[in-house]
């Protein structure tokens, strides 16, 4: 017989609305990496035979530096969080588990910051 109460019985293993952001924040970034990725092909084929010097004066003209870093940010944190997903529903050992998500998540953000990192290097030169 179990002498708890029905909320002591539930308690940590109920809703901590943590899912609920996920959701939207994978679906926001799905939606806002449709058109970024659109743009990046589209240029992307246009620049494929561009000397290095053409490539540098796009990266640093207009908007591009800013949709470049956008991309990047979209990109990898949409990746991180599907991941995540994946991570947590298939491996079920813990310590793995938790592993595994430290290491998408730094992961994601190293590679990130490298990529946001050469976007201004090129568009400031150095």
């Keep these: 017989m179990d002498m708890r109460s029905p909320l002591s019985r539930v308690r940590g293993l109920g809703s901590s609305n943590d899912g609920i952001h996920h959701w939207w924040v994978q679906r926001l970034t799905g939606i806002a990496l449709v058109p970024l990725v ?3 092909v589209f240029y992307g084929v246009a620049l494929a035979s561009a000397d290095l010097a053409t490539v540098k004066a796009w990266v640093g ?25 994946v991570i947590e529903d298939y491996v079920h050992t813990e310590s793995t588990k938790v592993a595994l998500l430290i290491l998408v998540k730094l992961s994601a953000v190293l590679l990130g910051a490298c990529s946001a990192f050469a976007v201004l290097r090129l568009t400031f030169g150095g």
């Design 61 to 85: 003209s207009h908007y591009n530096p800013a949709l470049l870093i956008l991309l990047i940010v979209c990109l990898f944190h949409h990746g991180q969080l599907g991941l995540q997903v």
């Design 38 to 40: 659109l743009w990046f």
